[in-house]
Nanobody, 124 residues
Framework: VQLQASGGGLVQAGGSLRLSCSASGRTFSGCRLAWFRQAPGKERSFVAAITWTGGGTYYADSVKGRFTISRDSAKNTMYLQMNSLKPEDTAVYYC??????????????????WGQGTLVTVSS
């Protein structure tokens, strides 16, 4: 499956952005999807994940209550609504798809399809 991430940009602290991740080549049915991010000089880290069938969601503690992951089955698209953005949220955001069990959903190595990344910059 090929993933296409979009929606990044420059926003002031406290603002909002919505990222999208669409798939081509197959549907997301049966997959677990996730967002990861990588800040300059840091390792890629887990942000949020969603089970396509059933819609169960999981979040990193740093984004709980501010970010919401969702999916639109009809559009075969996943979203990340980011509110109350902070400068420390600045990073390249990547969407990923795979079949990891829940216990492995937080690890980037568990996913075998990745989008190209979209840059989110939060100014103070």
């Amino acid at each position: 499956v090929q993933l296409q991430a979009s929606g990044g940009g420059l926003v002031q602290a406290g603002g909002s952005l919505r990222l999208s991740c669409s798939a081509s080549g197959r549907t997301f049915s049966g997959c677990r999807l996730a967002w990861f991010r990588q800040a300059p000089g840091k390792e890629r880290s887990f942000v949020a994940a969603i089970t396509w069938t059933g819609g169960g969601t999981y979040y990193a503690d740093s984004v709980k209550g501010r970010f919401t992951i969702s999916r639109d089955s009809a559009k075969n698209t996943m979203y990340l609504q980011m509110n109350s953005l902070k400068p420390e949220d600045t990073a390249v955001y990547y969407c990923a798809a795979g079949l990891p069990p829940i216990s492995a959903a937080f690890f980037s190595g568990s996913y075998n399809s990745w989008g190209q990344g979209t840059l989110v910059t939060v100014s103070s």
